[in-house]
Nanobody, 127 residues
Framework: VQLQASGGGEVQAGGSLRLSCTAS?????????IAWFRQAPGKEREFVVG????????SSSDSVRGRFTISKYAARNTVYLQMNSLKPEDTAVYYC????????????????????WGQGTLVTVSS
């Protein structure tokens, strides 16, 4: 599967952005877990949120819980990351990632669990 991430940009603190991750090729996202990671300047890449395509399971990091929401639009093979109440510390390159684990009951927060990655989209939050 190929992943195409989009929607990044610059926004003031307190604002909102929506990122998109669209799958192409093969079966689309069917059977996959999809996650968003981010990497801030000088920091390691970290898990943000994830979703199981075939179910209602989601997961999010403590730093974004209550502000960021992940959702899916099946007909478009697209996963969205709605980011509200953005803070300057949310500034990072955001990556979508996917792993084919049809029977998974949880969503991994580890980079090594994901073998398909999008190209990254930059989000800049100014104070």
């Amino acid at each position: 599967v190929q992943l195409q991430a989009s929607g990044g940009g610059e926004v003031q603190a307190g604002g909102s952005l929506r990122l998109s991750c669209t799958a192409s090729g093969g079966r689309g996202f069917s059977g996959y877990n999809i996650a968003w990671f981010r990497q801030a300047p000088g920091k390691e890449r970290e898990f943000v949120v994830g979703i199981k395509w075939s179910g209602a399971i989601t997961s999010s990091s403590d730093s974004v819980r209550g502000r960021f929401t992940i959702s899916k639009y099946a007909a478009r093979n697209t996963v969205y990351l709605q980011m509200n109440s953005l803070k300057p510390e949310d500034t990072a390159v955001y990556y979508c990632a996917a792993s084919y684990i049809p029977g998974a009951l949880t969503i991994s927060t580890l980079e090594r669990s994901y073998n398909f990655w999008g190209q990254g989209t930059l989000v800049t939050v100014s104070s």
